[in-house]
């Protein structure tokens, strides 16, 4: 089976608004509905587990009702930090799907997540054990210590940037977090970071430019542009 599990247990306070930015209503429907819809109409998604902030699983709860999300499972807190409330998820999975299953871990606040993308993360993750979604640095890099100047480069050439979804099977994570609790790895900002400092090979699978992750306002004004588009007939 496939699982997503939706992480939506910040509280967004880089968005500087009244109510978490995952709730933020957008043309009369909130953000992390748009994510739950993504993963409730692929035909490959079995089941989906959401994270969610305290004081707002009711309200999540009614909202997957009114909006007929009927893959919901689940909702179980998160935890002081994202690691947290990933392994919260994790463990929550754990009681009710075998350690075969594969579990996609994706942001609540990326809510142009596509088809293809979840298409691709579940065959790469089938194919090789793992498949974290990734677009290419296509921008100069440079490297800093102060945020405020910089005299050396990076190459670009060796960086991939990551988004969410980022799947594994279930067994695997289980394992990833356990073993993190054991090591004193308390605070890894994603679930591919987590592998690699677990001194794991991580495999990359299709990113996109649109798949974009809503932390400020200016990323709500370009989600709300995204949804007013469509690709012209002419692009290929």
């Known amino acids: 089976m496939n699982i997503a599990l939706i992480i939506a247990g910040g509280n967004g306070q880089r968005m500087?608004?009244?109510?978490?930015?995952?709730?933020?209503?957008?043309?009369?429907?909130?953000?992390?509905?748009?994510?739950?819809?993504?993963?409730?109409?692929?035909?490959?998604?079995?089941?989906?587990?959401?994270?969610?902030?305290?004081?707002?699983?009711?309200?999540?709860?009614?909202?997957?009702?009114?909006?007929?999300?009927?893959?919901?499972?689940?909702?179980?807190?998160?935890?002081?930090?994202?690691?947290?409330?990933?392994?919260?998820?994790?463990?929550?999975?754990?009681?009710?799907?075998?350690?075969?299953?594969?579990?996609?871990?994706?942001?609540?606040?990326?809510?142009?997540?596509?088809?293809?993308?979840?298409?691709?993360?579940?065959a790469k993750c089938r194919l090789y054990g793992s498949a974290v979604a990734a677009i290419p640095c296509a921008e100069a890099m440079l490297e800093t210590d102060n945020k405020k100047t910089s005299n050396s480069i990076y190459d670009r050439d060796k960086l991939m940037r990551t988004q969410t979804p980022q799947a594994f099977p279930l067994g695997k994570l289980v394992w990833a977090h356990e073993e993190a609790k054991k090591k004193g790895i308390t605070n890894s900002v994603a679930s591919c970071t987590l592998m690699v400092e677990l001194g794991e090979k991580v495999y990359f699978s299709a990113g996109s430019e649109k798949n974009i992750k809503l932390t400020t306002t200016d990323d709500i004004e370009i989600f709300k542009a995204l949804l007013s588009v469509k690709k012209s007939d002419w692009l290929k």
């Open 16 to 122: 500087h608004q009244d109510i978490p930015k995952q709730f933020i209503n957008v043309y009369d429907k909130p953000v992390i509905i748009y994510t739950l819809e993504a993963f409730q109409k692929h035909p490959d998604i079995d089941a989906i587990q959401v994270v969610c902030l305290d004081g707002w699983h009711e309200i999540l709860i009614a909202y997957a009702k009114q909006f007929n999300i009927t893959k919901l499972v689940g909702v179980v807190s998160g935890g002081e930090n994202g690691q947290a409330s990933i392994r919260n998820g994790v463990f929550a999975i754990k009681e009710k799907f075998s350690n075969d299953d594969i579990v996609l871990v994706h942001d609540a606040i990326r809510p142009m997540v596509s088809e293809e993308i979840i298409s691709d993360c579940i």
